[in-house]
């Protein structure tokens, strides 16, 4: 299977969700959507690395899934705002590589972090 870029995943989305009379839900629809999908991702950490086991009546899930939710709705979020993904990455990345480039140490230097 070929890669998709965040373009293709947005515009499959889009075409998804365009087949619906609804279409998307407003920003805090989706505000609230993606806050509880966070909340089912917290659950299945619990679950695998924390102190908390499911329950044997509980049904399976998987992190995996729930990161997927949240791609979801992340890209129901941008498309409804218009929002270029692709874009928004460009965008914080040269944040990340400005704001934090020496925040903290690299692996190809044995250097202390900045005081």
């Known amino acids: 299977m070929?890669?998709?870029?965040?373009?293709?995943?947005?515009?499959?989305?889009d075409q998804?969700?365009?087949?619906?009379?609804e279409g998307y839900f407003s920003p805090m629809t989706m505000l609230a959507r993606m806050t509880e999908e966070v909340g089912?991702?917290?659950r299945e950490v619990n679950h695998q690395f924390g102190e908390k086991p499911?329950?044997?009546?509980?049904?399976?899930?998987?992190?995996?899934?729930e990161l997927g939710d949240i791609l979801f709705?992340?890209?129901?979020?941008?498309?409804?705002?218009?929002i270029d993904l692709t874009e928004a990455h460009h965008k914080v990345m040269h944040k990340f590589?400005?704001?934090?480039a020496n925040r903290w140490q690299r692996r190809d230097t044995d250097?202390?972090?900045p005081s």
């Open 54 to 65: 499911k329950k044997p009546d509980e049904a399976e899930n998987s992190i995996e899934l």
């Open 40 to 42: 089912e991702l917290a």
């Open 73 to 82: 709705i992340t890209v129901c979020f941008a498309n409804s705002l218009g």
């Open 111 to 113: 250097s202390e972090l």
């Open 16 to 21: 998804y969700i365009s087949q619906f009379k």
């Open 97 to 100: 590589n400005t704001r934090d």
């Open 2 to 13: 070929q890669a998709k870029t965040l373009q293709d995943i947005q515009q499959e989305v």
